[in-house]
């Protein structure tokens, strides 16, 4: 199996224009940049999706993300499009994770917009109700895993420590 051309360039096998890395994540130039100055940050783990990413990936990535922009900005850029896609309807073409920080500036006939769709009220209720449904079961699965791993460790932890 041929290995991810952004796994080895994490891996500083393949050579590349490097910003920034730290121990998760790893930002160098796109080689096939939107417009001059196109950063792609991604984790150095291979994973296909940010849904897969550990907390402490994630806080990686979006802290890069940020320090990226900043950087751009003290450069003179102010503004720019911040862009991930998850899965082939949504555009991803790569089977790494990538967050591109795209450079804007006026005409520079990059295309990134839709047409609003109309929904009645009862459609954004129900899909409100869906996502902060699975978003507090989601935070109540992670509480369970945090107080089972608390009762471990202070099973584990003499009396005296407590």
């Known amino acids: 199996m041929e290995e991810c051309i952004f796994c080895s360039i994490a891996a500083k096998k393949t050579p590349s224009f490097f910003i920034y890395e730290d121990n998760y994540v790893f930002a160098c130039l796109d080689i096939q940049p939107a417009n001059i100055g196109h950063v792609i940050v991604f984790p150095k783990r291979h994973i296909s999706s940010i849904l ?47 967050i591109h920080i795209i450079p804007r500036h006026e005409n520079d006939n990059i295309q990134i917009s839709w047409t609003g769709k109309q929904f009645d009220k009862e459609t954004f209720q129900k899909i409100q109700s869906m996502l902060t449904n699975a978003i507090n079961k989601k935070e109540e699965k992670s509480e369970e895993k945090e107080k089972r791993i608390e009762k471990v460790i202070s099973e584990k932890i003499p009396d005296y420590w407590t």
Do not use: W, Y
Request: aromatic share 2%; charged share 20%.
């Open 52 to 98: 897969e990413a550990k907390n402490e990936e994630t806080s990686s990535i979006i802290g890069t993300v940020r320090k990226v922009c900043l950087a751009m900005n003290a450069c003179g850029i102010t503004d720019f499009s911040i862009i991930n896609q998850i899965g082939k309807s949504a555009g991803q073409r790569s089977p790494h994770t990538i």
